[in-house]
């Protein structure tokens, strides 16, 4: 029995709990954020937003009773203790690693026939790009989940190449909602045919939730105008522990702002364009870090890569570019720039970019922490524009 776990024998052996006689709508559990932006701060969910956001997600994503899922990603993280909740709800099987490394996580999906998991897109990265990973039986394997970061356009290719027998499901959502917000259905995830153009979106409303992208007045603008992404439903939170400013800043009119940028299409596919403060403002022009980041993606050479704003006396901002390379390839800043410009505006290309010799920064959720990354040019202020 690993340490801190309690067995099943044990709980059922000893008299009924009385009850707590709490409501639907007390506190059912206190997570933190990722901190990608700063501080982690604790998100109270309720009840009701734990069971609400189950129920959407079952409706959905195709969980059936008696499925086997792996857990691999850190329990503390929203994304996949909301998946063991939901799994639980359906009687499912659940397996858990203590960690994620590829080959464990290979070797897990082997020997257990593992049905369904969530994954991160670093993680899918370290996975698809594994030397051994067709050593490994995945046949059993008949759905990933991914979200919590952007998925780089040459990743999901890799992966839907290596697994093309496997399904992809991409849910977007944040800590504050419990998680689920949107969701991209497997057979959206195509590059060719009538259902087509819609695999660089995060999907549709999950059910129950309203949608919609406002500008920084807080009104609502109209499809394919870039905003601050917002939604209301049962699942939103409760509120940020012991933060009652950020709260009353974040849940507006019942309306949660996520702090992510992005518009809708006329069908109501939600596309992602950067996180608001990942935004890079560069001589009055804004540039947008995960579309750079998606063109460098697809540099063969390029295994991990960030993009940030560094101070510039004459455009405020410079864009920056830091990039881990894959091992026994190379590439010059050049010749990466080059490669952005056949791809993006000029304006939006790196003007500068370090290579690193040990991988990115992330945090417990797998995010790479821009932060860190930030520091070496802007100091440890709060302020990171110009």
């Known amino acids: 029995m690993p340490k801190g776990y309690i067995a099943y024998s044990e709980v059922v052996d000893n008299e009924p709990v009385a009850d707590a006689n709490r409501s639907d709508d007390d506190a059912a559990g206190l997570f933190y954020t990722g901190g990608t932006t700063g501080r982690s701060k604790g998100v109270i969910l309720t009840h009701t937003n734990f069971v609400a956001n189950a129920l959407q997600a079952i409706s959905v ?8 899922l792996l857990h691999v990603a850190p329990m503390f993280h929203i994304a996949d203790a909301f998946v063991c909740m939901m799994s639980t709800a359906l009687s499912c099987s659940n397996y858990f690693r203590p960690a994620f490394d590829p080959v464990s996580t290979l070797e897990a999906l082997q020997d257990h026939k593992i049905e369904r998991l969530v994954l991160v897109p670093t993680m899918i990265n370290m996975l698809v790009n594994h030397p051994s990973i067709s050593d490994y039986s995945l046949e059993s ?29 991409q849910v977007y959502g944040q800590t504050e909602a419990a998680p689920g917000i949107t969701v991209l259905l497997p057979e959206r995830h195509t590059f060719e045919g009538p259902l087509a153009g819609k695999i660089k979106s995060a999907g549709q409303a999950l059910p129950a939730i309203d949608l919609c992208i406002m500008d920084e007045n807080n009104q609502k603008v ?17 509120g940020y522990r012991n933060m009652p400013e950020q709260t009353a800043n974040t849940v507006v009119d019942g309306w949660l702002h996520t702090g992510d940028g992005g518009y809708l299409d006329d069908e109501g596919f939600l596309f992602i364009v950067d996180r608001v403060k990942d935004m890079i403002i560069s001589g009055g022009e804004n540039v947008y870090s995960a579309e750079v980041e998606s063109a ?31 091992e026994g390839m190379t590439a010059d800043e050049a010749a990466l720039i080059a490669h952005c410009k056949a791809l993006i505006a000029g304006f939006k290309c ?37």
């Open 222 to 238: 109209a499809n394919h105008v870039i905003g601050e992404i917002c939604m209301r439903g049962p699942n939103i939170m409760l």
């Open 296 to 326: 460098l993606y697809q540099y063969d050479a390029v295994s991990q890569c960030a993009v940030i704003g560094i101070p510039h006396e004459k455009w405020g901002e410079q864009v920056h570019a830091v990039v881990l390379l894959k």
């Open 350 to 386: 790196p003007r500068s970019i370090s290579f690193q010799s040990e991988p990115l920064p992330l945090s417990g959720a797998g995010k790479i922490l821009k932060t860190e990354l930030r520091k070496p040019f802007w100091g440890d202020g709060d302020r990171n524009v110009n």
């Open 141 to 169: 394997l008949q759905c990933v989940w991914y979200g919590a970061s952007p998925m780089p356009e040459p990743v999901i290719r890799k992966a839907m190449e290596v697994m093309p027998a496997v399904d992809f499901c």
């Open 61 to 68: 994503l195709g969980v059936q009773e008696k499925n086997r």
